[in-house]
C-alpha cells in the first residue's frame, strides 16, 4: 500500500471514529439548570413516565392537578421526550416538547412525533406547571 493511501485511510478511520464517539455522546439526557423551566419539565415528565405520581403532583399547580385527576394516562407507546424550546417571561414560561411514539401493539410500525407545549407560572428559581398536555396528565 502506498503512503499517500495508507494517510488517506487513516484520516478516514480517525473522522469514523470521532463521528462515532460524537453520536454516542450526544444520545444521553439534556441536563437543564435546576430551577429552571426546562427542569421542572424534564422532572414532571420523568416522574409521570416512571409512575410516580406522587412526585408528578410536586411540579403541579393546585389547577393542573385538579385537570390531570381527571385525564387517563398510558406511556407504553412513548418511546422519547425532548425538550424542543423554552421562552421565559418574567413570572410565566411555555416550554415546547416533541414526543415521540411507536404502536405498542405493532413491532413493525414506524414511529410518529408531534410537539406539545407545557405552560408554567413561577420565578427565576421556582417553577410549576399550570398546563400539561393531555398526554402528559397522570391518570389515577
Known amino acids: 500500500m502506498r503512503t499517500s493511501t495508507k494517510l488517506y485511510v487513516g484520516a478516514v478511520a480517525a473522522i469514523v471514529a470521532i463521528t462515532t464517539g460524537i453520536v454516542l455522546n450526544s444520545s444521553g439526557t439534556a441536563e437543564f439548570p435546576d430551577g429552571s423551566p426546562e427542569a421542572a419539565v424534564q422532572a414532571y415528565v420523568g416522574a409521570v413516565l416512571d409512575e410516580d405520581f406522587e412526585a408528578a403532583d410536586h411540579w403541579l399547580t393546585d389547577e393542573a392537578r385538579k385537570r390531570c385527576d381527571e385525564t387517563y394516562f398510558d406511556s ?24 415521540t411514539y411507536q404502536n405498542s401493539g405493532d413491532p413493525f410500525a414506524s414511529e410518529y412525533s408531534s410537539t406539545d407545549r ?10 410549576l406547571i399550570d398546563e400539561v398536555p393531555w398526554v402528559f396528565c397522570e391518570g389515577r
Open 118 to 127: 407545557f405552560r408554567l407560572s413561577g420565578s427565576a428559581t421556582d417553577w
Open 76 to 99: 407504553r407507546d412513548v418511546q422519547r421526550v425532548r425538550i424542543v424550546d423554552a421562552r421565559v417571561q418574567q413570572d410565566a414560561a411555555t416550554v415546547e416538547i416533541e414526543v
